[in-house]
């Protein structure tokens, strides 16, 4: 009963910042953006499964940006959703490259898995295509409050791409 709770109110609250991530974007120096990509999977939930990524977000005074991600992992029955803050910091001269890092908080739940709180950080690169469009190349190692002893830390990361449009 009381997991079930902490589910409801994990997806409550993380539905709670989706929404409040899109009308946050409304402010003058922010840029909302929805995005897609695809991740290598948590490795210890299966030995290798590509699972897709949804992500809901917006990106403020350029360098600062909160996004709410949903995966699911169809062979595993894994479905995560997390919420990311990230850091962005150019290093080219227009802007376009930026490398990034951040930290994450989030829930995972699946058909045989135990149901948990995550949390984590993340680092890569984004690349602005267009002033719509951009890619993230990224690196992402989490773990869960109740099994984090239990596994090597080879087995928390995964790789994700993914391609952002601004909305």
Same mark, same amino acid.
Request: glycine share 12%.
């Given at each position: 009963m009381i997991k079930k709770l902490i589910h409801q109110a994990? !997806?409550?609250?993380?539905? !709670?910042a989706c929404i409040s991530t899109a009308v946050a974007a409304e402010v003058k120096e922010s840029k909302s953006f929805i995005g897609i990509g695809v991740t290598d999977g948590t490795k210890y939930e299966s030995p290798l499964e590509f699972e897709p990524v949804f992500r809901l977000g917006a990106i403020f005074d350029e360098k600062h940006r909160f996004a709410a991600n949903y995966s699911h992992g169809f062979s595993s029955g894994v479905t995560s959703i997390h919420f990311a803050y990230d850091y962005l910091y150019p290093f080219t001269d227009n802007g376009n490259w930026q490398v990034f890092g951040g930290g994450s908080l989030g829930y995972k739940f699946g058909l045989h898995d135990t149901n948990d709180w995550t949390f984590g950080g993340q680092t890569g690169i984004r690349y602005q295509?267009?002033?719509?469009?951009?890619?993230?190349?990224?690196?992402?190692?989490?773990?869960?409050?109740?099994?984090?002893?239990?596994?090597?830390?080879?087995?928390?990361?995964?790789?994700?791409?993914?391609?952002d449009f601004t909305m």
């Amino acid at each position: 009963m009381i997991k079930k709770l902490i589910h409801q109110a994990a !997806l409550g609250s993380l539905l !709670l910042a989706c929404i409040s991530t899109a009308v946050a974007a409304e402010v003058k120096e922010s840029k909302s953006f929805i995005g897609i990509g695809v991740t290598d999977g948590t490795k210890y939930e299966s030995p290798l499964e590509f699972e897709p990524v949804f992500r809901l977000g917006a990106i403020f005074d350029e360098k600062h940006r909160f996004a709410a991600n949903y995966s699911h992992g169809f062979s595993s029955g894994v479905t995560s959703i997390h919420f990311a803050y990230d850091y962005l910091y150019p290093f080219t001269d227009n802007g376009n490259w930026q490398v990034f890092g951040g930290g994450s908080l989030g829930y995972k739940f699946g058909l045989h898995d135990t149901n948990d709180w995550t949390f984590g950080g993340q680092t890569g690169i984004r690349y602005q295509y267009s002033p719509e469009t951009s890619f993230d190349f990224g690196y992402r190692m989490f773990d869960t409050l109740d099994e984090w002893k239990e596994h090597e830390l080879g087995q928390l990361g995964n790789i994700y791409i993914s391609i952002d449009f601004t909305m």
